[in-house]
């Protein structure tokens, strides 16, 4: 796989769980904006939402993972950079 998983998604969303897939139902049904919320699998490595928003700017919009993990103050510069990337959401997992 192109993106890294930090659990491996069920064998069947992995070939139709795809950002491409996303695309073309939201096109087919006339919806004017989504919001792509960052995968579990990936933990903080954004990369495939953000492939998806960039791919779609004007239909998608992406919702980070906050890494609870980071010092204050490189967690906020990595907010930061999320939204100036295209992020519009942040999601907080304990």
């Given at each position: 796989?192109?993106y890294?998983?930090?659990?491996?998604?069920?064998?069947?969303?992995?070939?139709?769980?795809?950002?491409?897939?996303?695309?073309?139902?939201?096109?087919?049904?006339?919806?004017?904006?989504?919001?792509?919320?960052?995968?579990?699998?990936?933990k903080?490595?954004?990369?495939?939402?953000?492939?998806?928003?960039?791919?779609?700017?004007?239909?998608?919009?992406?919702?980070?993972?906050?890494?609870?993990?980071?010092?204050?103050?490189?967690?906020?510069?990595?907010?930061?950079?999320?939204?100036?990337?295209?992020?519009?959401?942040?999601?907080?997992?304990?």
């Amino acid at each position: 796989a192109p993106y890294q998983w930090v659990v491996n998604p069920p064998p069947e969303l992995q070939s139709t769980g795809t950002y491409e897939t996303l695309i073309r139902s939201l096109e087919s049904a006339g919806v004017s904006g989504a919001l792509v919320v960052q995968p579990a699998n990936h933990k903080y490595d954004h990369s495939y939402v953000l492939d998806a928003i960039s791919k779609c700017p004007e239909l998608l919009r992406g919702m980070c993972l906050a890494n609870p993990t980071l010092p204050v103050p490189e967690a906020v510069a990595e907010l930061e950079r999320l939204a100036e990337q295209g992020f519009v959401a942040v999601r907080f997992n304990p």
